[in-house]
C-alpha cells in the first residue's frame, strides 16, 4: 500500500498501474502456493529481513514525487518477507516473484546504456513516416521533415514501454502453462510490440510538430496521449497472449 502510494504521488501513471497489476498478481501466486512453501526461517534471516523492510519504511518517509527507490521498494520488501518466512535457504521459492518486481525496478535508462535505442526508434519511425508518404530525413536521432522535425531522447525510445510489457510477460510465463518456443516468443514480442507502438507514437508526433499543432504535440508527449499508446501496446500484446492461451487449450472432440 505504501509504494503504491508513492507510485501514485509520482504522477506516473504506468508506474502505479504497472506496480498495482505486478502486486496483484505476485499476491494471487504466493497465495496459490501457501500448502507448499517451506516456512521455516533463523535468527539470522529473521534479522535481516526485518532491517530491510524497516529500510523501506524508512526511506519511504523522506519520498516526496517521483524517486528511484519507489520503482526498487517492492523488489527489497519482498525479499524481506521471504527471509522472514522462509530463510536464506528458501528464498528460491520465490524467484519468480523477485523476478516480477526486478523488471519495474530496473531503471528506464540502464538498457540504453547497452544499445542504443533511441537510435533504432529514430530510424523505424522515420521508415514508417517514409513509407507513409513523408518526406523525411534522419541525422542520429533527429527526424527531419521539410517544415520541422524532432529529437528522439532517451525518454522517447520506448524503453518504459518495453519494460512494462516484458514483466507483463514475465507474468503470464509464470502463470499459465506454455512450450519451450513461446517462453521464448512471448517476452520477445513483447518487447517487439512497446517498441513498434512507441515508434507509432514518435512518427505521429513528428508529423505535428511539420505542422505546427504544438498543443497537440504536448498532448501525444507529455499529457494522456502518451498513456493512450501505453494502454494500447498492453492491449495488443494482452490479445497475442489470450491467441497463446487458445493455442494451448486442450481441444476437444465433437
Not at 529473521?46 to 526511506?59: D, K, M, T, W, Y
Not at 516480477?100 to 535508462?109: R, V
Request: hydrophobic share 50%; glycine share 8%.
Amino acid at each position: 500500500a505504501i509504494q503504491l502510494t508513492l507510485a501514485d504521488r509520482s504522477n506516473i501513471a504506468d508506474l502505479l498501474s504497472t506496480s498495482f497489476l505486478f502486486w496483484v498478481a505476485v499476491s494471487y501466486m504466493v497465495w496459490e502456493k501457501r500448502h507448499t512453501l517451506d516456512l521455516e526461517s533463523d535468527i539470522f534471516s529473521g534479522v535481516l529481513g526485518s532491517l530491510l523492510i524497516g529500510l523501506v519504511l524508512l526511506r519511504s518517509t523522506f519520498v516526496s514525487g517521483y524517486d528511484i527507490f519507489i520503482r526498487f521498494s517492492p523488489l527489497i520488501s519482498v525479499l524481506g518477507l521471504g527471509l522472514l518466512a522462509s530463510g536464506v535457504k528458501g528464498l528460491k521459492q520465490y524467484w519468480q516473484h523477485l523476478t516480477i518486481f526486478l523488471c519495474l525496478a530496473i531503471p528506464s535508462g540502464l538498457p540504453t546504456l547497452l544499445i542504443d535505442v533511441s537510435t533504432l526508434t529514430a530510424k523505424f519511425s522515420g521508415l514508417l513516416l517514409w513509407y507513409s508518404g513523408f518526406e523525411v530525413s534522419r541525422q542520429g536521432v533527429y527526424l527531419i521533415l521539410p517544415t520541422g522535425g524532432i529529437e528522439v531522447n532517451p525518454g522517447c525510445s520506448g524503453v518504459s514501454s518495453m519494460l512494462q510489457l516484458l514483466g507483463i510477460s514475465l507474468l503470464f510465463l509464470f502463470m499459465f502453462p506454455t512450450s519451450r518456443v513461446q517462453k521464448f516468443l512471448v517476452p520477445l514480442i513483447a518487447i517487439l510490440v512497446g517498441f513498434i507502438v512507441n515508434s507509432i507514437r514518435v512518427s505521429l508526433m513528428a508529423i505535428l510538430v511539420a505542422y505546427y499543432s504544438y498543443e497537440s504535440f504536448e498532448y501525444w508527449h507529455f499529457g494522456d496521449g502518451s498513456m493512450i499508446f501505453s494502454l494500447a501496446a498492453v492491449i495488443i500484446f494482452g490479445f497475442f497472449c489470450n491467441f497463446i492461451l487458445q493455442q494451448n487449450a486442450p481441444k476437444t472432440e465433437d
